[in-house]
């Protein structure tokens, strides 16, 4: 059985800076590993997406510069490092794993993935 378990999460100040990490477990490979984020009344969106087998990352153009995804693959974890926070930065976030490949358009679409944790919450306050 896949199980993601993100933690991390918290309340800063903008400007600040959280590390999120997903540990994963029950699969021997994913493919793609990713980090939506999902905000009260909104939908699930894409953050950052990461090629497990040849590094590829793809960036949400709103992170770009501030996040960073890096994966330990000694431990099975995925950190999402971010920096210079937004209040609308604030949301759920979720770790995903997909086990296949996908084009390109599909990397930061959440119907791409298979498996999900169950989200850590993040909050910037002004």
């Known amino acids: 059985q896949v199980q993601l378990v993100e933690s991390g999460g918290g309340s800063v100040q903008a400007g600040g800076s959280l590390r999120l990490s997903c540990a994963a477990s029950g699969y021997t490979r994913a493919y793609w590993m990713g980090w939506f984020r999902q905000a009260p009344g909104k939908e699930r969106e894409g953050v950052v997406g990461?090629?497990?087998?040849?590094?590829?990352?793809y960036y949400h153009e709103s992170v770009k510069g501030r996040f960073t995804i890096s994966p330990d693959n000694a431990k099975n974890i995925v950190y999402l490092q971010m920096n210079s926070l937004k209040p609308e930065d604030s949301a759920m976030y979720y770790c995903?794993?997909?086990?296949?490949?996908?084009?390109?358009?599909?990397?930061?679409?959440?119907?791409?993935?298979?498996?999900w944790g169950q989200g850590t919450q993040v909050t910037v306050s002004s």
């Open positions: 990461l090629n497990t087998g040849d590094g590829r990352t």
């Open positions: 995903a794993a997909r086990d296949a490949p996908v084009s390109r358009g599909g990397i930061l679409d959440r119907r791409s993935y298979n498996y």
